[in-house]
């Protein structure tokens, strides 16, 4: 079983930058593939970010490329969310996720199994 724990949400302006963090209880973190997804009010769930086991390759939705970067770090099971230059659209409840599969699909979230329990982040105009 996967536990997953985001920290560093909140309420910031647009133009602004945050952090967002997701601490994993795992003794294979170093085995999972990584992703954060968001949902806006009355909006389906996104792909925002997603990373490989290694952190070598990273991927990233259209609408957040060039100002957000996924990050991980094996030795701490922890995996970042840097996001700058945030606009009002940003605003959303972020949650991490993870997937051990084999036939993962990075911007797909039904190929996830774990995800964590969601954290608010607004932006105002």
């Known amino acids: 079983q996967v536990q997953l724990v985001e920290s560093g949400g909140g309420l910031v302006q647009a133009g602004d930058s945050l952090r967002l963090s997701c601490a994993a209880s795992?003794?294979?973190?170093?085995?999972?593939?990584m992703g954060w997804f968001r949902q806006a009010p009355g909006k389906e769930r996104e792909f925002v970010a997603a990373i490989t086991r290694s952190g070598n390759s990273t991927y990233y939705a259209d609408s957040v490329k060039g100002r957000f970067t996924i990050s991980r770090d094996n030795a701490k099971n922890t995996v970042d969310l840097q996001m700058n230059s945030l606009k009002p659209e940003d605003t959303a409840v972020y949650y991490c996720?993870?997937?051990?599969?084999?036939?993962?699909?990075?911007?797909?979230?039904?190929?996830?199994?774990?995800w964590g329990q969601g954290m608010q982040v607004t932006v105002s105009s």
């Open positions: 795992v003794r294979t973190f170093s085995s999972l593939k």
């Open positions: 996720a993870a997937a051990y599969r084999v036939d993962w699909i990075p911007q797909v979230s039904s190929t996830y199994t774990y």
